[in-house]
């Protein structure tokens, strides 16, 4: 009598799935495409799943925004000047990734628009000399 309630209890072949919601709940799955507990489960992952996911992405990029602010403010501080150039390089050895700013503005350099990256509470322009760059910093 033992036995058979056992075999009842588990009679599929499928083996045991945790939900893909992320709730980390174990489950036996009655069909060979159910990859959730429930609907409720599904549904939970079907509104929260890309949305998470694209939190992920914002907060990845706010990250490196201020890594970027913070790479400029340390150069800022050691040079002590409104503006100021150095080889890209330096900047780059701590981190620095140029692709990432907020804005772009234009800034007058001796009379002539110059196009610059705006960070946050820095912007930068690249200028290249040969087959050297360097970065000109200001503070906005
Ligand atoms: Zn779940």
Do not use: W
């Not at 489950?27 to 609907?39: T, V």
């Not at 939970?44 to 790479?71: C, L, M, Q, S």
């Amino acid at each position: 009598m033992k036995q058979k309630e056992k075999k009842q209890e588990n009679p599929s072949p499928l083996a045991l799935r945790i939900c893909d919601c992320g709730c980390g709940i174990e489950f036996q799955p009655k069909r060979a495409d159910q990859f959730h507990l429930n609907s409720n489960h599904y549904d939970f992952a079907y509104n929260h799943g890309p949305r998470k996911e694209k939190y992920a992405e914002e907060r990845k990029v706010t990250k490196a925004i201020r890594k970027n602010d913070r790479i400029l403010e340390k150069y800022f501080r050691m040079f002590k000047k409104d503006v100021f150039q150095l080889h890209l390089l330096i900047v780059e050895a701590d981190g620095f990734n140029e692709g990432m700013f907020t804005r772009v503005i234009e800034i007058p350099v001796q009379s002539v628009s110059k196009h610059f990256h705006v960070i946050l509470k820095y912007c930068f322009r690249i200028i290249k000399q040969g087959n050297i760059n360097y970065i000109e910093i200001r503070k906005l």
